[in-house]
């Protein structure tokens, strides 16, 4: 089993910027890509990004592009999600999310372990 927890979140003003952590523990070696998520109220949960395991390689869903970046650092078992830019429409709760088999970083599916998420909500 993989725990993952995420931290960062907060209230920001549009503009803003935020940085979210996600911290792996336990079979860590088992894991390969690593995603991040977000769900907003009385929407779908939606990907954000994703970044492969050696972190060469990473993908960011059109939204985001060009203000949200993915990295990790896998001798300290962490992904973060730095936001810039924030707007009122990223406000959601966001999730890690890690999957053992890698696939096409923009597949959704596969993931294996999920954190409990932290919520950004960003003002106007």
């Known amino acids: 089993q993989v725990q993952l927890v995420e931290s960062g979140g907060g209230l920001v003003q549009a503009g803003d910027s935020l940085r979210l952590s996600c911290a792996a523990s336990?079979?860590?070696?088992?894991?390969?890509?690593m995603g991040w998520f977000r769900q907003a109220p009385g929407k779908e949960r939606e990907v954000v990004g994703a970044?492969?395991?050696?972190?060469?390689?990473?993908f960011y869903t059109d939204p985001v592009k060009g203000r949200f970046t993915i990295s990790r650092d896998n001798a300290k078992n962490m992904v973060v999600l730095q936001m810039n830019s924030l707007k009122p429409e990223d406000t959601a709760v966001y999730y890690c999310?890690?999957?053992?088999?890698?696939?096409?970083?923009?597949?959704?599916?596969?993931?294996?372990?999920w954190g409990q998420g932290t919520q950004v909500t960003v003002s106007s």
């Open positions: 336990g079979r860590t070696y088992d894991v390969n890509d």
């Open positions: 970044i492969s395991r050696s972190g060469g390689s990473t």
């Open positions: 999310a890690a999957r053992r088999i890698p696939r096409v970083l923009a597949s959704v599916f596969g993931y294996d372990y």
